[in-house]
Structure formats: structure tokens, C-alpha cells
């Protein structure tokens, strides 16, 4: 559960981002003697904005979980996150907005393909479920915690807030191991070992299971390089394109729904029909 912590706050904070915009548009467009004043086109960037870098953070972020470590992805992604979020905190112009937008938007991306696989290489096989299910839940509280808080503060005490999310995070994966199955591909068997004992403990059916892993590794570890059009081939088995079929559809009607413009423009649809009822 510890070492899902980190993560799932992780997820908390970066939930916040979808959520931020519905408070922060409502409160820019209402300020007439803030420094900032924005018009319904800046309103739209800015909402927008951290939707728009998203497919590229995820992109970068599979590379680095491959490359660099389950848990260094999440450690890296907490700095840009916090910087994000502090930069919106101190904005004295929508540039400055929009630049930590685009930067916590990109965050989101970045962790997406994370932490799924942290979580399920860290986890016993029995929380494992629940604890994936708790990525959704995150998302949604980040959306709750950002709704509720710029529903009484100020946007930029809102963001300041939002940024310690990352920073606890970031605290929290000081303490914990990197992913036991990403140090057995990369041959730090040692280090694996000592992982998989911290996350999953020393019982019989842990020992069995790093057995397992390491006799694995060893065989890949003994195979042939394949070339590009094998691993290409390995793609088109129905195991694999039927599941990515199904998920594909589900997202492009998820998206085509509308969830978007509901979560990031809800704030501006609530505060118009309260001045078109007040009239």
C-alpha cells in the first residue's frame, strides 16, 4: 500500500489539472479589479491547454518507464508538475497561465503510462485490482479537490495547494523501490531480488513467484534479437489487437461524449446560467 501511495497522490494532483480550469475560468471572468481579465477566446487556451499536450507526455513518458525506471518517471514527473502549478500560482499574465497549463498538462500525459505498471508490478496479486481501480478513483478526487477548493479560495491559493500534491509525492518515492520486474529486464538481479522481498515480502508464494521471474529473465536473456517485422507479427495475434480494438472504441466514444468540454468548461456554462437567472 505504501508504495502505491506515492503514485496515487501523484494522480490526485495531476487530476486536479482537468478539474482546475472549471474554477479557475469562472473567477478570471468575473475579476474587474484583478490584474487579470481574460476574454472568452484566452478562456478557451486556457482550457484547453493542457489537453493539448497530453498524447506527447504520454509518448515520452512510455520511453522514460522504459528506459529510465517505473518509480524515476514518477520522481521526475513530480518536478515539472510542482513547477507547473507554481507558475499558474504566480501568473500576472495569461502567458504565464497558459505556460503552466501546457506544463502540468504534459504531466498528466507523462505519468499515464507509469502508473498502471508500477502499481501492478508492486502489488500483491490479491490488491492488485483494487489498488489499479484507485488510479480512476484518484483522477476523480483530484477532480473533486479542485471543484471544492476554488469553490471557496482564490485561483491562485487554489494552485498553490494543487502544487503540494507533487511534492508530497515526491517525498513519499524517496522511500520506496524501484519496480522489481524493470530491474530483472535491465539485469540488476540483486536489486530485483531486494525489491521484490520489500514490496511483496519473504512468504513461500513470494519466493515462488521471484523464482519464476528470475528463470524468465534468464530465458530472455538467451534469446535470438529479433528483428522489427517478427516483433510486428507478434502485434497481430487476436490476444492483442481485439483487447486494443475494444479499449480504442470505448475512448473514441468516451471523448466524442464530450467528457472534455464537460470537465474543463463546466464552471463557465454554471456561472452563465446563473447571470442569464439572475436577469
Known amino acids: 500500500t505504501l508504495v502505491a501511495l506515492g503514485p496515487l497522490l501523484l494522480t490526485v494532483g495531476l487530476g486536479m489539472t482537468s478539474g482546475y480550469s472549471a474554477i479557475l475560468l469562472p473567477q478570471l471572468l468575473s475579476e474587474t479589479n484583478g490584474t487579470l481579465s481574460i476574454d472568452p477566446e484566452q478562456a478557451s487556451w486556457i482550457a484547453s491547454m493542457a489537453a493539448l499536450p497530453m498524447a506527447t507526455g504520454c509518448i515520452f513518458g512510455g520511453i522514460l518507464t522504459e528506459n529510465l525506471g517505473r518509480r524515476s518517471t514518477h520522481m521526475l514527473t513530480c518536478i515539472p508538475s510542482i513547477i507547473?502549478?507554481?507558475?499558474?500560482?504566480?501568473?500576472?499574465?495569461?502567458?504565464?497561465?497558459?505556460?503552466?497549463?501546457?506544463?502540468?498538462?504534459?504531466?498528466?500525459?507523462?505519468?499515464?503510462?507509469?502508473?498502471?505498471?508500477?502499481?501492478?508490478e508492486t502489488s500483491e496479486p490479491r490488491y492488485r485490482g483494487f489498488l489499479l481501480a484507485g488510479i480512476s478513483f484518484a483522477v476523480s478526487l483530484g477532480l473533486f479537490l479542485s471543484h471544492l477548493l476554488g469553490t471557496f479560495l482564490h485561483w491562485q491559493t487554489t494552485a498553490v495547494i494543487c502544487s503540494s500534491m507533487p511534492a508530497i509525492s515526491l517525498i513519499l518515492m524517496l522511500f520506496v523501490p524501484e519496480s522489481p520486474f524493470w530491474l530483472a529486464q535491465k539485469g540488476q538481479l540483486v536489486k530485483a531480488e531486494k525489491s521484490f522481498y520489500w514490496c511483496r515480502g519473504?512468504?513461500?508464494?513470494?519466493?515462488k513467484e521471484l523464482t519464476i521471474i528470475l528463470?524468465?529473465?534468464?530465458?530472455?536473456?538467451?534469446?535470438?534479437?529479433?528483428?522489427l517485422l517478427e516483433k510486428f507479427r507478434e502485434l497481430l495475434v487476436p490476444e492483442f489487437f481485439k483487447p486494443l480494438g475494444i479499449i480504442t472504441v470505448y475512448i473514441v466514444a468516451n471523448q466524442w461524449a464530450g467528457v472534455n468540454a464537460i470537465t474543463f468548461l463546466h464552471g463557465i456554462y454554471h456561472e452563465g446560467n446563473h447571470r442569464r437567472w439572475s436577469k
Not at 89 to 112: D, E
Not at 202 to 207: G, I, L, P, R
Not at 215 to 227: F, K
Open 215 to 227: 528463470e524468465r529473465q534468464n530465458l530472455q536473456s538467451q534469446e535470438i534479437e529479433r528483428t
Open 84 to 120: 507547473g502549478w507554481l507558475v499558474i500560482s504566480f501568473a500576472i499574465n495569461t502567458r504565464m497561465i497558459l505556460t503552466g497549463r501546457f506544463i502540468t498538462g504534459f504531466c498528466v500525459g507523462m505519468l499515464a503510462p507509469a502508473t498502471g505498471v508500477y502499481i501492478g
Open 202 to 207: 519473504s512468504s513461500e508464494t513470494a519466493k
